[in-house]
């Protein structure tokens, strides 16, 4: 059978404050379906974050609405659906019952999760297992039969995920082939740039091993298309670039051809959106008198890192007047040019929770306390959690 494996769709996703729904639409009506139609999909394989947030806005709603339903009633190809940490799990459940029906199957929280989906294909069954994202805590409540109050770590999503994957693997016929669906940050694996912290620590990292018993494991979270380890345990790489951290990757599909005995070769097809992610660097007017630089990136996203080491008025009106998608402006030799004392902080290169740190030490002349800090520890872990 062949699958199409894709994730972190970040459908109604915001870039310097335009929304990329278009773009995002342009791929799947474009690209998407056309894989579908031309390369003899058995089922779709969706790992999370379909949605950039939890309550995502109309546009994006009405964009995966028209694309499950094509999916469902023109090209009649199962699709297994799974809640990344972006998506509000049960709004992505509503209908699943119903959707089931045309072979739509959602997995947006654990208690729904408590056994695999026994498939049958054209050429024969396999035991679908949706592991989505949800927090330990949850996971253990969900699964009483598996935990107890003796042996949970709350915070330790490996030692979770490990026992949930376990429960699922021991629930699948013997001899059947087994595909895993999940979205989590898989110890080993290169950040792409846009991704949005799990959970405050390192708690969120999960071993590839858990899933060491599927025949493959489509995994989402990380931006960037890589192995785990192996070919049957991958990243599939989100749909678009969401940075411009990411305007070196190429995005694409992953194709995973599996046999009856579970054994996977894969392919990608690169992903080709209606704007690129580029990063222009250079003098100012070389910028403006680049004829050929202007024509090949008009359309594009474009971050501008100057190099001109004295002032330059009115850059960005200027700049946009090229590339009209000109989104921000870095004046890297004025900053290369200034003295910089080693004792400060790169702001940055700090994340929200170190540039408040930094923040109260300015105003209050002081680091902050042992109990503060830990108190600043549990709000950020509430934020990111309703976030």
Request: with cysteine; glycine share 6%.
């Amino acid at each position: 059978m062949r699958l199409l494996h894709t994730a972190d769709w970040h459908l109604g996703r915001l870039f310097y404050g335009t929304y990329l729904t278009e773009d995002q639409a342009y791929v799947l009506e474009h690209q998407f379906f056309d894989i579908l139609r031309d390369s003899n999909i058995d089922g779709i394989f969706l790992a999370g974050d379909v949605f950039d947030r939890s309550v995502p806005p109309i546009e994006a709603v009405e964009l995966w609405d028209s694309i499950i339903t094509k999916i469902a009633m023109d090209y009649k190809i199962p699709l297994f659906v799974i809640a990344g940490n972006h998506d509000g799990p049960e709004r992505i459940e509503v209908g699943r019952t119903m959707l089931a029906q045309s072979k739509v199957f959602v997995w947006g929280t654990p208690e729904h999760c408590q056994k695999p989906l026994l498939y049958d294909f054209e050429d024969g069954s396999a035991a679908i297992c949706a592991i989505p994202f949800s927090e330990p805590r949850r996971i253990a409540h969900s699964l009483q039969d598996v935990f107890d109050d003796n042996n949970v770590a709350y915070h330790d999503y490996d030692f979770v995920y490990q026992q949930w994957s376990d429960y699922l693997v021991n629930q699948i016929p013997r001899g059947m082939r087994s595909i895993a669906l999940s979205h989590i940050f898989a110890s080993g694996g290169e950040i792409g740039g846009s991704e949005r912290t799990i959970s405050v620590g390192a708690s969120e990292v999960v071993k590839p091993s858990v899933f060491t018993p599927f025949n493959y494991t489509a995994l989402g979270h990380l931006h960037r298309s890589q192995r785990m380890g192996s070919d049957y345990i991958r990243y599939s790489g989100s749909l678009l670039k969401y940075s411009f951290d990411e305007y070196t990757q190429n995005k694409s599909f992953t194709i995973v051809d599996m046999n009856t005995k579970g054994k996977v070769e894969i392919e990608t097809i690169p992903i080709v959106s209606k704007r690129d992610v580029v990063v222009l660097e250079d003098y100012f007017d070389n910028l403006l008198n680049n004829e050929l630089l202007r024509k090949a990136h008009e359309n594009d996203y474009v971050m501008v890192r100057l190099l001109d080491t004295t002032p330059v008025l009115d850059g960005m009106a200027k700049l946009r007047q090229c590339f009209p998608h000109c989104m921000t402006l870095e004046l890297v030799g004025r900053m290369e040019q200034q003295s910089v004392d080693v004792t400060e902080p790169i702001y940055r290169n700090l994340d929200e929770r170190q540039l408040f740190c930094q923040f109260a030490k300015a105003v209050w002349k002081e680091p902050l306390s042992q109990e503060q800090q830990a108190y600043m520890d549990r709000l950020w872990e509430r934020i990111v959690k309703e976030d």
